[in-house]
């Protein structure tokens, strides 16, 4: 038998609520991204809508690849990209605007109500030869930013404004905007962008999208007085339809689902994970440091700040708000040293919701933490961290103590007589000894005074005398009161 004892009861609470909180992030995590979705299995005939949700990310770029491709498989008439998105990644945004223009089945782009097609949305609006916005809906702000929030080199922009701008100039619609968008960061409403010629229609749902858009298989334009009738088309739009028939007027529609995978990773890339990432892994990488031989925190915490880097390199980042994430790490790390009372676990917290207020630039619209849990996570991770950290500290402060011989001046019962071996009990469990002072009854409490390989040497623990009969304790003489 081999038996290695834990450094404390404190250190096993801490490895408890590690733990705790680890599952439920999984749990809650994996509940969210595994949901049921809709299939696009056996679409043949169909239009085929791909939702184009979050961040552009290499996970989304290869969704709508496989999408077009299994569209032109099946034969379908067209496919529809549902657009909400507040940018993503430039190397991702291009794959998915050459899957487009290399698209053999018509592709089209739907901004639906309440939704954005800003930055990476808007070069994939300029890529799509039908595009549609709702009322209320926006297009725009395109200029690239780097890691510190601030725009990238007059270079990049340039190249992204050229590209922007062939992409408008191909399909007839207004390069200059196009362009101001990626140089200025300029945005249109709907309304606007229609009047421009920056889209084509202006439909309230994606149903009456896919009417107007059938229209144009007419070579004609809807009216938007007359309820989605077709009517006489502009010449540039004539131009831009022309030989590309769009047969999506009261075709069926159906929805094409990521991949298990694709939703677990493109899961990552929103500003509320990564900002709860970043939030687990300093926490645990603190635990870690003042606790080396834990190893759980620190596979956490490098896991956690690998995948929160990852995400932050598709999202606007600015460093002062990343800054203040690491001084808010410190803060909580100092609680241990200082022993503050939780005062610098109270400066930790706020400092930390500072820094999420501040993480990204405000200039890209929804690339921000999620009030909710903007106030929760730190506020759970800074008591988390108190207890934690606390609980660590009484465990280094205690000396360590493993193996057999730790068993030394433990207390147990002879479990069989001993004359001279026989079984103790100790610690739940039963152990071959020998005694070094006389034979020793069976359920003799015992002492245990050295280790002979896995024997134990004990010996009988002595009782306290009780007073001796008939004599009355000298407390309780009345004269002694």
Not at 397 to 406: C, D, I, Q, S
Request: hydrophobic share 50%.
């Amino acid at each position: 038998m081999i038996v290695a004892m834990g450094r404390s009861r404190s250190a096993g609470r801490a490895k408890a609520v590690v733990a705790l909180l680890g599952s439920a992030f999984l749990a809650g995590l994996l509940s969210a991204v595994l949901a049921p979705s809709a299939s696009a299995a056996g679409s043949h005939g169909s239009v085929l809508t791909l939702s184009v949700n979050g961040p552009v990310d290499p996970f989304e770029a290869t969704f709508i690849k496989r999408g077009i491709e299994a569209a032109e498989a099946d034969g379908d008439p067209a496919v529809v990209l549902v657009i909400d998105t507040s940018g993503g990644l430039d190397s991702s945004m291009r794959q998915a605007v050459s899957a487009i223009q290399h698209a053999t089945v018509p592709v089209l782009c739907y901004v639906p109500a309440g939704a954005r097609a800003a930055s990476a949305g808007t070069f994939l609006m300029f890529a799509c030869p039908v595009s549609g916005m709702a009322p209320g809906t926006w297009i725009g702000a395109a200029e690239p930013v780097g890691f510190g929030g601030v725009v990238a080199s007059s270079k990049t922009v340039g190249r992204d404004a050229t590209l922007i701008g062939s992409l408008a100039t191909a399909l007839g619609r207004n390069a200059a905007d196009a362009r101001s968008f990626v140089r200025s960061s300029t945005s249109l409403g709907a309304a606007q962008a229609l009047s421009s010629r920056d889209t084509d229609f202006e439909p309230a749902t994606l149903a009456q999208f896919l009417r107007f858009a059938g229209c144009s298989a007419l070579d004609a334009k809807p009216t938007t007085g007359s309820g989605g009738t077709c009517g006489p088309v502009p010449a540039s739009g004539a131009q831009r339809n022309a030989g590309y028939p769009v047969a999506t007027s009261g075709a069926p529609v159906t929805a094409f689902a990521m991949t298990p995978g694709e939703r677990i990773f493109h899961a990552f890339a929103n500003p509320s994970v990564a900002f709860l990432l970043l939030d687990v892994a300093f926490v645990a990488l603190l635990i870690w440091a003042f606790h080396p031989g834990f190893h759980p925190p620190l596979a956490v915490g490098i896991t956690s700040l690998a995948l929160s880097l990852a995400i932050l390199e598709t999202l606007p980042v600015r460093l002062v708000g990343f800054g203040l994430l690491v001084i808010a790490a410190a803060l909580i790390a100092l609680e241990l040293r200082a022993r503050s009372h939780g005062i610098l676990t109270a400066s930790g917290v706020v400092v930390l919701i500072v820094g999420g207020l501040l993480l990204f630039n405000p200039a890209v619209p929804h690339a921000r933490v999620s009030p909710g849990l903007l106030i929760a996570i730190p506020i759970l991770l800074g008591i988390a961290s108190f207890f934690m950290l606390r609980a660590i500290g009484e465990a280094k402060a205690e000396p360590l103590r493993a193996g057999v011989g730790a068993l030394v001046g433990e207390l147990g019962t002879a479990k069989t007589a001993l004359s001279p071996k026989g079984r103790v009990q100790l610690r739940g469990e039963s152990w071959s000894a020998v005694t070094v002072e006389g034979d020793v009854p069976a359920g003799t409490p015992v002492r245990v005074v050295g280790v002979s390989g896995l024997t134990l040497e004990v010996m009988p623990e002595p009782q306290p005398e009780g007073p001796a009969v008939g004599v009355q304790p000298k407390g309780d003489l009345p004269w002694a009161r």
